[in-house]
């Protein structure tokens, strides 16, 4: 069974960092494609980005440049560095596989 834990969200003020991590079981973290979307309120689904089982990456505009998403296959954890945060970047962060989510992280970016 596919299991997958968000963790690491909270308050932060504009320009700061946050780490998000996912937690993974039930399957090898490496042979699929991870990825990061999110939800903020009101609005619909938001991908961030991906990792692929090369190591490849993809990200949105948005994400590009400030958003890092990589993994520790040791660890089945997948993470998200968050850096210089906006206002806008707040939402609940889900980690996603096949279209299977955890329950989310939720980040608020507020001064």
């Known amino acids: 069974e596919v299991q997958l834990v968000e963790s690491g969200g909270g308050l932060v003020q504009p320009g700061g960092s946050l780490r998000l991590s996912c937690a993974a079981s039930g399957f090898r973290l490496s042979d699929d494609v991870m990825s990061w979307v999110r939800q903020a309120p009101g609005k619909g689904l938001e991908w961030v980005s991906s990792?692929?089982?090369?190591?490849?990456?993809s990200y949105a505009e948005s994400a590009k440049g400030r958003f890092t998403i990589s993994r520790d296959n040791a660890k089945s954890t997948l993470y998200l560095q968050l850096t210089s945060l906006k206002t806008e970047d707040s939402a609940m962060y889900y980690c996603?596989?096949?279209?299977?989510r955890g329950q989310g992280t939720q980040v608020t970016v507020s001064s």
């Open positions: 990792i692929y089982r090369s190591g490849t990456t």
């Open positions: 996603s596989k096949d279209g299977s």
